[in-house]
C-alpha cells in the first residue's frame, strides 16, 4: 500500500497543520495508510492546541520525492504555496476552501473545495458523511483551526456551517469555545520576542497575480502600535525579501484581533494600483482599513480584480 503523506501550506497556521492531522486520521480510519507532516513548525497559536490536545507537531518535511510516496493537500492548492518538490509527486487528495490557482494534476484526484471559513469545517462534514466518530483530541483541533480561521467567528469569512461546526466540535472535545478561543488566539500575539524575520514570516503567501507576483502576510496582535513602533525593522526585512524572492510588492497585515482593524504595510512597487484595489491611499507605507481581518476573503479578492 502506497504511503500517503498530507501537509497544509509553507509558514502553517492552525488549520494547515490541524487539517492535516485530521485528515490523516480520517485516510487512515477509511484504511489508507497515511501520515501527516508539515512544511514548517507551528506557531505559538498553533502549538497551545496543540499542547492542550496532546497531539505531537508533525514531522518537517522539504521535499517527499524521495520518500516514495503520494500526497495530499490539505488548506491550500496554488503550488508556490506548496511544498518545493510538488511537481514530481503524485497528488491524490486536495481538502481546500481557497480559491482554485496554478494548480493541475496528470492523474484523476479527489478534490473537495467548499467557500467555508475553514478546511477543518469542510473535515468535519467529511467525518459526519462517512459515518466516523470523532475522538475528542480530533473535535478539539476542528474547533481550534475554525476560532483560528475565523478570528472567533468575527471575520467575515465565518459561515453558519463554521460556528455549528466549531459548537459541536468544542462539546465533543469539552471545551468552552468562547474562552478556550481567546486564551488560543492571544497566546499567537506575543510580537515582543519575535525577530523581524518571524513576525514577516510567520503568516506569509505569495500570490501570482496576473504577471505580477505579491507576497501577503498577516500578524494579529492586539496593540497595533506595539507592531507600528517596529516599522523600521520590518520594512527592511520586507524589502530585503523583495529583493531575493522577486516579489514585486509585499503586503504585511497588521491586524488587530479585538478591534477587527488592519494596518496594511506595503513595501515595494505597486503603489497606485494597491491604493486603487482599496480606494484608500498609502500614507508612511500604511494603508488604514478598518474592519478588515481576513486576507483570503478582503485583501486577495480586491487584489486579483485589480490585476
Not at 94 to 122: K, Q, S
Not at 150 to 156: G, I, Q, T, V
Amino acid at each position: 500500500m502506497t504511503k500517503i503523506k498530507v501537509f497544509g501550506h509553507r509558514n502553517p497556521d492552525t488549520d494547515a497543520i490541524s487539517s492535516a492531522i485530521i485528515f490523516a486520521h480520517y485516510l487512515n480510519e477509511q484504511g489508507k495508510d497515511a501520515e501527516a507532516v508539515a512544511l514548517g513548525a507551528p506557531n505559538e497559536e498553533t502549538q497551545y492546541a496543540l499542547d492542550y490536545f496532546k497531539f505531537d507537531a508533525p514531522r518537517i518535511v522539504e521535499t517527499l520525492a524521495n520518500e516514495d510516496c503520494e500526497v495530499a493537500l490539505t488548506d491550500h492548492n496554488e503550488r508556490q504555496q506548496s511544498i518545493e518538490d510538488i511537481d514530481q509527486l503524485t497528488v491524490r487528495y486536495v481538502i481546500d476552501h481557497h480559491r482554485i490557482a496554478n494548480f493541475e494534476t496528470d492523474e484523476p484526484l479527489y478534490y473537495r473545495a467548499e467557500p467555508v471559513g475553514c478546511t477543518c469545517t469542510i473535515l468535519y462534514k467529511m467525518y459526519k458523511e462517512a459515518g466516523i466518530d470523532i475522538p475528542q483530541n480530533i473535535a478539539g483541533l476542528m474547533a481550534s483551526a475554525i476560532c483560528s480561521d475565523s478570528l472567533l467567528f468575527k471575520s467575515p469569512t465565518c459561515t453558519h456551517e463554521d460556528v455549528d461546526a466549531a459548537k459541536a466540535c468544542a462539546e465533543i472535545a469539552g471545551i468552552d469555545i468562547k474562552k478556550y478561543g481567546l486564551d488560543m488566539l492571544k497566546a499567537g500575539t506575543n510580537v515582543k520576542s519575535k525577530t523581524a524575520a518571524q513576525l514577516v514570516n510567520a503568516d506569509a503567501k505569495t500570490f501570482d497575480m496576473g504577471e505580477h507576483k505579491v507576497r501577503v502576510g498577516q500578524v494579529n496582535c492586539v496593540d497595533l502600535n506595539e507592531l507600528k513602533s517596529r516599522k523600521a525593522e520590518l520594512v527592511d526585512e520586507m524589502t530585503k525579501q523583495n529583493e531575493e524572492n522577486g516579489f514585486e510588492s509585499f503586503l504585511l497585515m497588521l491586524t488587530n484581533i479585538l478591534t477587527k482593524e488592519t494596518a496594511l504595510l506595503v513595501v515595494g512597487g505597486l503603489h497606485p494600483e494597491i491604493e486603487k484595489a482599496f480606494e484608500h491611499t498609502i500614507e508612511d507605507d500604511f494603508m488604514s482599513l478598518p474592519g478588515v481581518v481576513s486576507r483570503k476573503k478582503q485583501i486577495i479578492p480586491p487584489l486579483s480584480k485589480q490585476f
